[in-house]
């Protein structure tokens, strides 16, 4: 089992950044994929971003590219999203996922989720 706790959401002016965190817990985390996921009211959850145990492979959704950046701390086991230029559509429920070993963009591929964090950007 691998335990996700999301945290650093809350409420930003359009422009503005965020950080938001997810610390993991329970098995060891090598070789595991951790990526973020959002869901805004009325709308399917979508793919933001991911990457790899050892961070060579990140992957983006086009929405969030040059905006986006998501880093890793394996020895605090803990996952990061900054996020910068924000805007009002990027406002949504933050999700932590993980899978093992391969990135991926699709929600079904990950098994471990966290609780979610809210991000809302005014405009």
């Known amino acids: 089992q691998v335990q996700l706790v999301e945290s650093g959401g809350g409420l930003v002016q359009a422009g503005g950044s965020l950080r938001v965190s997810c610390a993991a817990s329970g098995r060891t985390l090598s070789t595991y994929v951790l990526g973020w996921f959002r869901q805004a009211p009325g709308k399917e959850r979508e793919f933001v971003a991911a990457i790899s145990w050892s961070g060579g492979s990140i992957i983006n959704a086009d929405s969030v590219k040059g905006r986006f950046t998501i880093t890793r701390d394996n020895p605090k086991n803990t996952v990061y999203l900054q996020m910068n230029s924000l805007k009002p559509d990027d406002t949504a429920v933050y999700y932590c996922?993980?899978?093992?070993?391969?990135?991926?963009?699709?929600?079904?591929?990950?098994?471990?989720w966290g609780q979610g964090t809210q991000v809302t950007v005014s405009s």
């Open positions: 996922a993980a899978r093992w070993m391969v990135v991926s963009r699709l929600p079904q591929d990950y098994t471990y």
